[in-house]
């Protein structure tokens, strides 16, 4: 579904990527894995045509490379950012239904069925502005909003981040809950056991290169891979 051939890229004039390659399957939770300034960050938002890249990247054959941001996005190619970008002075149900806007027709809105299914929470707090909910429930909306674009490719930067730990496992179990549903899931995240458990394949990212990759069992179980390229 996705296919990265010799990516390069540079954010804020550093190099951060350097030859990556990777591809992911229709149906698959892969995770990207790695230290911090590894370049995981950097590598979602050149699929998502944030960043100017070198290289192949493709959607379902269509090269993104030259695409701008919004045309990924109504191509089926969704990112949750990592820092959640809400709205904050804007309501819960404001930030969902912004996530609609590239979208026509009377079922636009059709997707909120959806979000309240996988975060009931959301749906009690649809008046409250999003700076007023707790860090959980911000990563619920932003994953919500996402999901109003109606993807059917998801990317996640860091979604545990600044969350209580009781709340991790439930937004890591939404994550799968959103593959069962068919949408396809590249996942980063530094919580580097939770996510290689969710994932069928995982890449390790270090310096801007892959070093690694293969089942998410794998790499989760090698003690020596888990000391030199995870640092646990």
Excluded: W
């Amino acid at each position: 579904m996705l296919r990265l051939d010799d990516v390069s890229a540079s954010y804020r004039g550093l190099r951060a990527l350097q030859g990556v390659s990777l591809n992911v399957a229709r149906g698959e939770i892969v995770a990207v894995v790695g230290a911090n300034g590894a370049g995981k960050s950097t590598l979602l938002k050149s699929i998502a045509g944030q960043v100017a890249t070198e290289g192949t990247i493709e959607f379902e054959g269509q090269s993104l490379r030259r695409l701008p941001a919004h045309r990924i996005t109504r191509l089926g190619v969704s990112m949750v950012p990592e820092g959640r970008r809400l709205f904050p002075r804007l309501s819960v149900e404001v930030n969902l239904r912004l996530g609609a806007y590239a979208k026509r027709g009377t079922d636009r809105f059709k997707p909120l069925e959806l979000v309240f299914s996988l975060f009931p929470r959301l749906q009690e707090r649809l008046p409250q502005r999003a700076e007023t909910l707790s860090g959980g429930e911000q990563q619920m909306l932003a994953i919500g909003r996402a999901l109003m674009t109606q993807p059917r490719f998801l990317m996640l930067d860091e979604p545990s981040q600044g969350i209580m730990p009781r709340l991790v496992d439930d937004i890591l179990a939404a994550v799968t809950r959103i593959r069962e549903l068919g949408v396809t899931v590249l996942l980063v995240e530094q919580r580097l056991v939770e996510a290689l458990a969710i994932a069928d394949r995982a890449y390790v990212l270090q310096t801007g290169r892959i070093v690694l990759s293969g089942p998410a069992a794998e790499i989760a179980g090698d003690a020596a891979v888990r000391k030199a390229y995870l640092g646990i």
